[in-house]
């Protein structure tokens, strides 16, 4: 690689060296040096930069993945710790419930005793301590020598065991609470740094230990107790070598070289694997001030590649939290870093050789094949240089390849050709048009017509003899003139514009013309515009039409007289046809005729308007397609009959003389408009006219049987509950004696159904009479609406403990046109409903409306709002429909006829009713009637 650096600079000033323009000026002029500079470029200018880039993003590509690899042996370092940590908890749950354990403890036995069995259970364990203690933590028994009665020390562990939960955590003790554990504690775990004097303060006397502590079993002769074990971490070389090998198998490193793992008590190194050449170095020194914030304060992991023991390592550090969530240690694990470097190297120099072999192969082959294509083109040139001077058989040759370059030269011999034939074809075109041209001056000359090429201005440019003939001119005079000299409806302005309008596809005129001796004659001039060498002309061509239009006058005589007859009986038709045409245009039914194809041929406007159809949709149609239009505007239960089902029963029918063989077939439209239609059919003997289909809009006379057996039905309902209850009363006094208390109590009952019957039917024969009668037994008279509804309120008597309706001001009278009776009867049924509908109490007011705007005329109006039970949107939406009550639950009297009433009234008036309600909140119903 060194040596392409010392040829890349070298390059780099040889460039420097020379001028830009004198590089401009040999890459502008020499395309042999344009291709020796690009076949160059990849080896002095891209393999640098390549190699360049290649070792700084393989670079740090490579370091990312290094650090990728030290976060998931961190990870499993971690995880060996979390391991062991579950397996301490796990022994100390199992060890807890052992039966001889448990015996000595009841039994009381001594602690000489109980030192075996725990010593052994701590070994067979693999735990540095185990303790027998009370709940309050006073010793018992120990694996370690602990006198018994010490206290041992507080820790998340022993606290959770205490409560009876079985736990374990890393805890850090003191040097004096170690040895409430061991005697043997405090010096183990000791770490003096080395080089440092023992009594010089600097080593760690405090103990990282992974602790678990369980509550033995309660029964009622054994004492509270519980029991804590744990491993020291503090210079455990057999678990912190175990943990490398796992993370680190042998082998798994480049180089022969060795992984490190370690563990710290804050930033202290308290235990680190070996190294074959170095061994247990380190001990008791500090990470830098970095890591500590990093993992220790901040709670991140770090990685990083730094030096380490004369080293360079890839390093990752994670924290240890004890059961309280306290960061209190680390753990580290690191491996050599210039193992990698060398391999990564070795490949970057392995990969630069083979590009550069690459590359200048590259080069070889590219200034090669340049040589070839300057070669090719040398020639190409010179035989153009050739052709130039003259030399029109010059030739490039056979190419040196077949390849585009050998493709060029022959297409370049056979442009050559090409041309060479069209140059000879040229000169035999330019002797035919010059043929042409001498044919069409004859053709021009001996025209039969008059044939005149005029300017844009209407001068004469040209024109062939039979036109200076025509007019009487000599045609050196004529050339000198203008159409307005002859022509006797122009003028200079006009023939200007009438020429300019002339397009493309020409235009034809008849005029009068004036000869030079003052006769004149009808000429057609037919006028086109050409275009010649950039300038505009028009052609005229004149031709004498006098003896046509003398024909024509003739022969126009003759049709007057024959349109005279024509006109006649054309007019006896027509007034027989306008008579057919306003019948089926004014009858409000359709018809539909077919031919004697069974195609239709004619549907009236009522029809279509009926069906909502286009004409061009129908004609032409058969009886079957036509079927299939209608049907898909039907609904699914009522379909368009047959056609050909409804002429087999109207033959049928007129053959037996059955009387119902006009009987009419129903069907139902939904678009353009819901509409039930009756559909008969007509045969014809007619040429013409095979069959007519008649349909008649029958969907107010279904409405009004749909509605009278809805309103027989619910009337009968209504009046059913009342009589179903005055006929059981009755039938009860009659068939049972009863108490006079009793019997005044069904009596009243009766009363009061007969009453509501009463009441439903003057309601009934109220809404009926209003119906019949459409207003003409109203009288109308002019009045003021306050006078109205000051006199319906005071003759409104409210239920017993409610307050009269609050009064609007009077204010300016409000003068309206109305049947005062019609509309007292109005108020009093929505004051009505207001307080029945209203009964938790409430304020019920009546208030003066009015409403103008230029968009709806203007209204005036009263509205009364109530605080009741109020009504949905759905309910709001049938109030005025007949026997419809919003309260289900039946506990209010009423007959569901009031608002029909109201809304007929109002209705009858020319007003409109507004009603405006909210569930618990209550309904405002407000009647508007045009002004007076």
Same mark, same amino acid.
């Given at each position: 690689?060194?040596?392409?650096?010392?040829?890349?600079?070298?390059?780099?000033?040889?460039?420097?060296?020379?001028?830009?323009?004198?590089?401009?000026?040999?890459?502008?002029?020499?395309?042999?040096?344009?291709?020796?500079?690009?076949?160059?470029?990849?080896?002095?200018?891209?393999?640098?930069?390549?190699?360049?880039?290649?070792?700084?993003?393989?670079?740090?590509?490579?370091? &990312?993945?290094?650090?990728?690899?030290?976060?998931?042996?961190?990870?499993?370092?971690?995880?060996?710790?979390?391991?062991?940590?579950?397996?301490?908890?796990?022994?100390?749950?199992?060890?807890?419930?052992?039966?001889?354990?448990?015996?000595?403890?009841?039994?009381?036995?001594?602690? @000489?005793?109980?030192?075996?069995?725990?010593?052994?259970?701590?070994?067979?364990?693999?735990?540095?301590?185990?303790?027998?203690?009370? &709940?309050?933590?006073?010793?018992?028994?120990?694996?370690?020598?602990?006198?018994?009665?010490?206290?041992?020390?507080?820790?998340?562990?022993?606290? @959770?065991?205490?409560?009876?939960?079985?736990?374990?955590?890393?805890?850090?003790?003191?040097?004096?609470?170690? !040895?409430?554990?061991?005697?043997?504690?405090?010096? $183990?775990?000791?770490?003096?740094? !080395?080089?440092?004097?023992?009594?010089?303060?600097?080593?760690?006397? =405090?103990?990282?230990?992974?602790?678990?502590?369980?509550?033995?079993?309660?029964?009622?002769?054994?004492?509270?107790?519980?029991?804590?074990?744990?491993?020291?971490?503090?210079?455990?070389?057999?678990?912190?070598?175990?943990?490398?090998?796992?993370?680190?198998?042998?082998?798994?490193?480049?180089?022969?070289?060795?992984?490190?793992?370690?563990?710290?008590?804050?930033?202290?190194?308290?235990?680190?694997?070996?190294?074959?050449?170095?061994?247990?170095?380190?001990?008791?020194?500090?990470?830098?001030?970095?890591?500590?914030?990093?993992?220790?304060?901040?709670?991140?992991?770090?990685?990083?590649?730094?030096?380490?023991?004369?080293?360079?390592?890839?390093?990752?550090?994670?924290?240890? !939290?004890?059961?309280?969530?306290?960061?209190?240690?680390?753990?580290? %694990?690191?491996?050599?870093?210039?193992?990698?470097?060398? /391999?990564?190297?070795?490949?970057?120099?392995?990969?630069?050789?083979?590009?550069?072999?690459?590359?200048?192969?590259?080069?070889?082959?590219?200034?090669?094949?340049?040589?070839?294509?300057?070669?090719?083109?040398?020639?190409?040139?010179?035989?153009?240089?050739?052709?130039?001077?003259?030399?029109?058989?010059?030739?490039?040759?056979?190419?040196?390849?077949?390849? #585009?370059?050998?493709?060029?030269?022959?297409?370049?011999?056979?442009?050559?050709?090409?041309?060479?034939?069209?140059?000879?074809?040229?000169?035999?075109?330019?002797?035919?048009?010059?043929?042409?041209?001498?044919?069409?001056?004859?053709?021009?000359?001996?025209? =039969?017509?008059?044939?005149?090429?005029?300017?844009?201005?209407?001068?004469?440019? #040209?024109?062939?003899?039979?036109?200076?003939?025509?007019?009487?001119?000599?045609?050196?005079?004529?050339?000198?003139?203008?159409?307005?000299?002859?022509?006797?409806?122009?003028?200079?302005?006009?023939?200007?514009?009438?020429?300019?309008?002339?397009?493309?596809?020409?235009?034809?005129?008849?005029?009068?013309?004036?000869?030079?001796?003052?006769?004149?004659?009808?000429?057609?001039?037919?006028?086109?515009?050409?275009?010649?060498?950039?300038?505009?002309?028009?052609?005229?061509?004149?031709?004498?039409?006098?003896?046509?239009?003398?024909?024509?006058?003739?022969?126009?005589?003759?049709?007057?007289?024959?349109? &005279?007859?024509?006109?006649?009986?054309?007019?006896?038709?027509?007034? =027989?046809?306008?008579?057919?045409?306003?019948?089926?245009?004014?009858?409000?039914?359709?018809?539909?005729?077919?031919?004697?194809?069974?195609?239709?041929?004619?549907?009236?406007?009522?029809?279509?308007?009926?069906?909502?159809?286009?004409?061009?949709?129908?004609?032409?149609?058969?009886?079957?397609?036509?079927?299939?239009?209608?049907?898909?505007?039907?609904?699914?239960?009522?379909?368009?009959?047959?056609?050909?089902?409804?002429?087999?029963?109207?033959?049928?029918?007129?053959?037996?003389?059955?009387?119902?063989?006009?009987?009419?077939?129903?069907?139902?439209?939904?678009?353009?408009?819901?509409?039930?239609?009756?559909?008969?059919?007509?045969?014809?003997?007619?040429?013409?006219?095979? $069959?007519?289909?008649?349909?008649?809009?029958?969907?107010?006379?279904?409405? %009004?049987?749909?509605?009278?057996?809805?309103?027989?039905?619910?009337?009968?309902?209504?009046?059913?509950?009342?009589?179903?209850?005055?006929?059981?009363?009755?039938?009860?006094?009659?068939?049972?004696?009863?108490?006079? #208390?009793?019997?005044?109590?069904?009596?009243?009952?009766?009363?009061? @159904?007969?009453?509501?019957?009463?009441?439903?039917?003057?309601?009934?024969?109220?809404?009926?009479?209003? #119906?019949? =009668?459409?207003?003409?037994?109203?009288?109308?008279?002019?009045?003021?609406?306050?006078?109205? %509804?000051?006199?319906?309120?005071?003759?409104?008597?409210?239920?017993?403990?409610?307050?009269?309706?609050?009064?609007?001001?009077?204010?300016?009278?409000?003068?309206?046109?109305?049947?005062?009776?019609?509309?007292?009867?109005?108020?009093?049924?929505?004051?009505?409903?207001?307080?029945?509908?209203?009964?938790?109490?409430?304020?019920?007011?009546?208030?003066?409306?009015?409403?103008?705007?230029?968009?709806?005329?203007?209204?005036?109006?009263?509205?009364?709002?109530?605080?009741?039970?109020?009504?949905?949107?759905?309910?709001?939406?049938?109030?005025?429909?007949?026997?419809?009550?919003?309260?289900?639950?039946?506990?209010?009297?009423? /007959?569901?006829?009031?608002?029909?009433?109201?809304?007929?009234?109002?209705?009858?008036?020319?007003?409109?009713?507004?009603?405006?309600?909210?569930?618990?909140?209550?309904?405002?119903?407000?009647?508007?009637?045009?002004?007076?």
């Amino acid at each position: 690689m060194l040596i392409f650096e010392v040829a890349f600079i070298r390059f780099a000033a040889i460039a420097h060296a020379l001028s830009w323009r004198h590089w401009r000026g040999r890459w502008n002029q020499s395309l042999r040096f344009r291709w020796l500079a690009l076949g160059l470029m990849p080896l002095l200018v891209a393999f640098p930069i390549i190699i360049l880039v290649l070792g700084t993003l393989g670079g740090n590509r490579a370091d &990312a993945v290094l650090m990728s690899s030290a976060r998931g042996q961190l990870a499993g370092s971690q995880n060996y710790l979390g391991q062991l940590k579950t397996d301490t908890g796990v022994r100390m749950a199992q060890i807890v419930k052992t039966e001889r354990l448990g015996h000595l403890l009841t039994s009381g036995a001594g602690s @000489q005793e109980l030192h075996h069995v725990l010593e052994t259970s701590a070994q067979a364990s693999g735990l540095d301590f185990l303790i027998v203690a009370n &709940a309050d933590g006073t010793v018992v028994a120990s694996s370690t020598g602990v006198v018994p009665g010490t206290r041992l020390p507080d820790s998340y562990a022993i606290t @959770q065991a205490v409560v009876g939960v079985t736990s374990t955590a890393y805890e850090l003790f003191t040097a004096d609470q170690l !040895a409430t554990l061991s005697p043997r504690f405090p010096q $183990q775990a000791r770490i003096v740094p !080395a080089g440092a004097p023992e009594g010089s303060g600097a080593a760690e006397t =405090r103990g990282l230990t992974i602790t678990a502590a369980a509550h033995f079993p309660l029964t009622v002769n054994r004492q509270d107790a519980i029991l804590v074990g744990g491993i020291l971490l503090n210079n455990n070389a057999p678990l912190i070598e175990h943990m490398r090998q796992i993370i680190f198998p042998l082998g798994s490193l480049p180089g022969n070289s060795e992984g490190r793992a370690t563990l710290f008590i804050g930033d202290v190194r308290i235990a680190t694997s070996r190294l074959r050449e170095l061994g247990a170095q380190g001990m008791g020194t500090r990470v830098l001030a970095d890591v500590t914030d990093t993992v220790l304060n901040k709670g991140q992991t770090m990685l990083d590649i730094r030096p380490h023991l004369e080293r360079t390592y890839v390093t990752a550090y994670g924290a240890l !939290a004890n059961g309280a969530g306290q960061r209190i240690g680390m753990i580290g %694990v690191g491996f050599p870093y210039d193992p990698y470097r060398k /391999t990564m190297d070795t490949i970057l120099a392995v990969v630069a050789a083979m590009l550069a072999l690459a590359m200048l192969a590259l080069s070889v082959l590219f200034l090669h094949a340049g040589r070839e294509l300057t070669q090719s083109l040398t020639a190409i040139r010179t035989t153009m240089s050739a052709v130039l001077q003259g030399h029109r058989g010059a030739r490039v040759g056979n190419p040196l390849r077949d390849d #585009e370059l050998g493709v060029l030269a022959r297409h370049f011999d056979q442009l050559l050709e090409t041309l060479e034939a069209q140059d000879a074809q040229q000169r035999a075109s330019q002797q035919a048009v010059s043929d042409e041209a001498l044919r069409r001056r004859a053709l021009f000359e001996h025209e =039969r017509d008059g044939v005149m090429i005029l300017s844009p201005d209407g001068s004469v440019f #040209e024109a062939n003899p039979q036109c200076a003939a025509l007019l009487g001119y000599p045609m050196e005079e004529l050339q000198r003139l203008c159409v307005s000299d002859w022509d006797i409806q122009s003028s200079r302005g006009t023939t200007a514009r009438r020429l300019e309008s002339v397009g493309a596809g020409g235009r034809i005129l008849e005029t009068v013309l004036r000869r030079k001796d003052g006769s004149v004659f009808a000429c057609e001039v037919a006028l086109s515009r050409a275009e010649w060498s950039g300038k505009t002309f028009i052609l005229a061509l004149l031709r004498d039409i006098s003896d046509r239009k003398r024909v024509e006058a003739e022969l126009d005589s003759h049709r007057q007289d024959l349109e &005279a007859l024509v006109e006649q009986r054309t007019r006896e038709l027509n007034e =027989r046809s306008e008579q057919l045409d306003t019948i089926f245009t004014l009858s409000p039914d359709g018809f539909v005729s077919f031919d004697h194809e069974r195609k239709i041929t004619f549907a009236n406007p009522s029809f279509l308007r009926l069906t909502g159809l286009q004409a061009s949709e129908i004609i032409g149609l058969d009886e079957g397609a036509f079927a299939n239009r209608l049907n898909r505007q039907c609904g699914e239960r009522s379909r368009f009959p047959d056609i050909a089902a409804l002429r087999q029963a109207r033959q049928q029918a007129t053959s037996s003389g059955a009387a119902d063989h006009s009987r009419r077939h129903l069907f139902e439209l939904v678009t353009p408009a819901i509409r039930v239609l009756a559909v008969r059919i007509r045969l014809s003997e007619a040429a013409t006219v095979s $069959q007519i289909l008649y349909f008649r809009d029958v969907t107010h006379e279904t409405e %009004v049987d749909r509605m009278k057996s809805e309103f027989l039905s619910t009337a009968a309902h209504e009046l059913r509950t009342p009589m179903a209850s005055i006929y059981g009363y009755t039938e009860l006094l009659r068939m049972r004696e009863f108490s006079a #208390e009793k019997r005044d109590e069904l009596l009243a009952t009766v009363s009061r @159904q007969a009453e509501r019957m009463s009441a439903i039917i003057n309601e009934l024969l109220d809404l009926a009479r209003i #119906e019949a =009668r459409r207003g003409k037994d109203f009288h109308i008279e002019r009045t003021s609406l306050q006078d109205i %509804v000051a006199d319906t309120i005071a003759d409104y008597k409210p239920p017993e403990g409610r307050q009269s309706p609050v009064m609007p001001s009077s204010g300016q009278a409000i003068p309206v046109k109305v049947d005062r009776s019609k509309m007292h009867q109005v108020l009093l049924n929505i004051l009505s409903n207001a307080y029945k509908y209203s009964p938790q109490g409430g304020d019920v007011v009546v208030r003066y409306c009015t409403e103008s705007s230029a968009e709806t005329p203007s209204r005036v109006g009263v509205e009364v709002q109530d605080q009741g039970i109020g009504m949905t949107a759905e309910q709001v939406l049938r109030v005025c429909e007949r026997f419809y009550r919003a309260d289900s639950s039946g506990q209010i009297s009423g /007959t569901g006829l009031g608002m029909s009433i109201v809304k007929e009234i109002v209705d009858l008036h020319g007003g409109d009713v507004e009603v405006q309600s909210q569930p618990g909140v209550g309904t405002r119903v407000r009647v508007w009637l045009p002004p007076a």
